[in-house]
């Protein structure tokens, strides 16, 4: 079953955006978008994952993660209304799936 549809994001106050990086661990891998309006708050319990993503701070994850983070962020996708937040998940979506593939990428998220 999906988790309920929230339609708005309680935790990170009215669509606040993040830039999500995918860098290797030095940093100095360049791909990167800005993402807003797509998270569960903090209080959507069914996604372990995304709802730990600090909207203030950095969130980052590591190769073992994305498994879990691809699941959930599956369910996310119709939170994408518009062309810009439907590139950002898909562009965020394939970052990810870089970084399942390899142990020496990470998928940075830093709020504001």
Excluded at 2 to 30: Q, W, Y
Excluded at 54 to 82: C, I, S
Aim: hydrophobic content about 35%; proline content about 4%; aromatic content about 8%.
């Amino acid at each position: 079953m999906r988790p309920p549809i929230s339609p708005v994001i309680h935790s990170f106050g009215n669509r606040m955006s993040l830039v999500v990086k995918l860098e290797d661990d030095l940093g100095e891998r360049s791909d990167w978008i800005i993402l807003h309006g797509v998270l569960p708050s903090r209080d959507e319990r069914a996604f372990n994952c995304l709802r730990g993503i600090d909207p203030y701070g950095k969130t980052v994850f590591n190769h073992l993660q994305m498994e879990k983070f691809l699941e959930e962020w599956e369910l996310v996708k119709d939170r994408a209304h518009d062309d810009s937040q439907r590139e950002a998940w898909q562009k965020v979506r394939e970052m990810a799936q870089s970084c399942q593939q390899d142990r020496d990428l990470f998928l940075r998220f830093v709020g504001n």
